[in-house]
């Protein structure tokens, strides 16, 4: 059987794959079988991360933003040396409104060189902090936009040069949240921070015999990308989320470097999707498990007025460590079934039922003139350069090169972009500056989480993806927008190109 084949029937077999975790467990059952031989965790509480608004300062929405090293105990009994944003390890969740403009002060008070890129947000190129707007230690960045995205959770997070893997490791990420709670009370959606909507922020660390993080780009972890056996949410392992409301809403994010989810509830309960990466669906969709790539997220509708005990999984099986030689070995690199967070609802205020139907009207692209369609080829060379360390990671033949502007487009049009991926491995690709629609995924409809409007989509081996795009209104004929594929080693390691829009 092909392997995509093989990844398209997966979808339907859901029963089989849930058979074996489809009772309700108790809080104490599932921590039994969460796989890890050594019990280093306790129970620990949900980390709600602080949310930081900005000052409004002569019209504008201020962000001070630190970039900063600490300590931080993430296993049970020893601390990590960690980065963080305003916070010894990642960052607070920063939220703003369409419409607004938002000056963000970034002050650099690591002793390495950092860039700091808004993941999802249409912005002129020189605002968008890839590579390109470099922060030197003790400098401070000004990056200043009007929003125009449309209500989403986004990701902000390191993009230094050839350094984002390792920085995004030890802690340089977090979520972006634009927000409108009138509309969403209008819809019927849970939208109050802390009370009934949660950010759900995945990362998956290996840490040394010391209890330090343990990151080795060597040509084996290149490849696969980095992947670690503590599953963090929100940076901390092994907690308990006690919801204030029965009806939650669920920013999932996915800011893992390499590891792809494959979730589902433990009990295998249905949940409503409601948003994809650039914001809401048309219409709720009904769903008892999603994936989810490197710098993917969704956001989900989940009823707990049964006030069962519930955990959110990770099932193996999907993901690059899923293939053959790529898994194996090492105990870091597992492909094995995770608990990621545990629910209990049993205290929480009862809500009354998610009813929606309808979402919004998302714009019809269906007949907009495309000025370009243009090839990408996501390629890993496997001869000598590869197995030598010295590069094998294209883009259409091409490793980064932050002198080469490998494409230019015109603001104001639409564009297809055609994804092909003749590599063994699958990658989530990423375009800047805008929000695109998957229209197919070699030929046939994308899933139900790839609907609406995405800035990531993930291309499996062998594959051929096609999406659509506006190349946005923001012009500059010098600095360059990034496309990459988000497993971080990889983007690393050369698969990143540039684009300008002009
Ligand atoms: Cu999430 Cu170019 O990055
Ligand atoms: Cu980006
Ligand atoms: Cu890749």
Redesign the pocket.
């Known amino acids: 059987m092909k392997r995509r084949d093989f990844l398209r029937q997966g979808l339907g077999m859901t029963s089989g794959l849930i058979a074996a975790t489809n009772s309700p467990l108790t809080l104490a059952q599932t921590i039994s079988q969460t796989g890890f031989s050594k019990p280093i965790f306790n129970l620990n509480d949900f980390n709600l991360p602080t949310i930081e608004e900005g000052q409004t300062i002569q019209g504008k929405q201020v962000f001070k933003l630190r970039l900063q090293q600490g300590q931080t105990r993430i296993l049970a009994d020893t601390t990590t040396e960690t980065i963080g944003i305003n916070q010894d390890f990642l960052a607070p969740v920063l939220r703003m409104k369409k419409g607004q403009t938002v000056k963000m002060e970034v002050t650099n008070n690591l002793n390495e060189t950092a860039a700091l890129?808004w993941?999802g947000m249409v912005l002129p190129a020189t605002e968008d902090g890839?590579p390109h707007q470099a922060i030197q230690p003790g400098k401070t960045w000004v990056a200043e936009w009007k929003i125009l995205n449309e209500p989403s959770t986004l990701?902000y997070?390191s993009?230094t040069h050839n350094q984002t893997g390792q920085q995004v490791w030890r802690g340089l990420g977090g979520q972006m949240q634009i927000v409108d709670v009138d509309r969403d009370a209008d819809l019927g959606i849970p939208h109050q921070y802390g009370i009934d909507d949660y950010p759900v922020i995945l990362m998956d660390r290996a840490f040394d015999e010391s209890g330090e993080f343990y990151y080795n780009n060597t040509r084996m972890n290149k490849m696969r990308g980095m992947h670690g056996d503590v599953m963090l949410v929100n940076g901390v392992a092994n907690s308990v989320l006690k919801p204030k409301k029965t009806l939650v809403r669920l920013r999932l994010h996915n800011a893992s470097n390499a590891r792809f989810y494959h979730l589902a509830f433990s009990d295998n309960r249905s949940f409503q999707l409601i948003a994809s990466d650039g914001g809401l669906l048309e219409k709720p969709t009904t769903l008892r498990q999603i994936r989810l790539a490197p710098?993917e997220r969704a956001e989900i509708v989940v009823d707990l007025s049964d006030r069962n005990p519930i955990t959110l999984r990770s099932i193996k099986g999907y993901g690059n460590l899923s293939m053959g030689m790529m898994g194996g070995g090492n105990a870091r690199y597992l492909d094995q079934n995770f608990d990621l967070l545990h629910i209990d609802s049993s205290q929480s205020e009862r809500s009354s039922a998610f009813k929606t139907t309808q979402l919004i009207t998302l714009p019809d692209w269906s007949k907009v003139q495309v000025t370009q369609t243009r090839r990408m080829s996501l390629e890993m060379q496997m001869g000598p350069r590869m197995m030598f360390g010295s590069g094998g990671f294209t883009i259409n033949g091409q490793a980064m090169d932050m002198d080469v502007i490998n494409e230019v487009a015109h603001s104001n049009t639409f564009e297809i972009w055609e994804l092909q991926n003749p590599s063994m491995m699958h990658h989530p690709f990423?375009v800047?500056n805008t929000q695109f629609k998957v229209l197919d995924r070699d030929g046939k409809a994308p899933y139900p989480w790839e609907n609406g409007f995405k800035d990531t989509v993930t291309v499996h081996a062998d594959e051929k993806i096609r999406i659509l795009f506006p190349t946005g209104p923001y012009k500059d004929s010098k600095i360059p927008y990034?496309y990459?594929c988000?497993i971080l080693e990889h983007e690393d390691a050369g698969m990143m190109g540039q684009f300008t829009v002009t």
């Open positions: 890129h993941h890839g990701f997070h993009h710098a990423h800047h990034m990459h988000h």
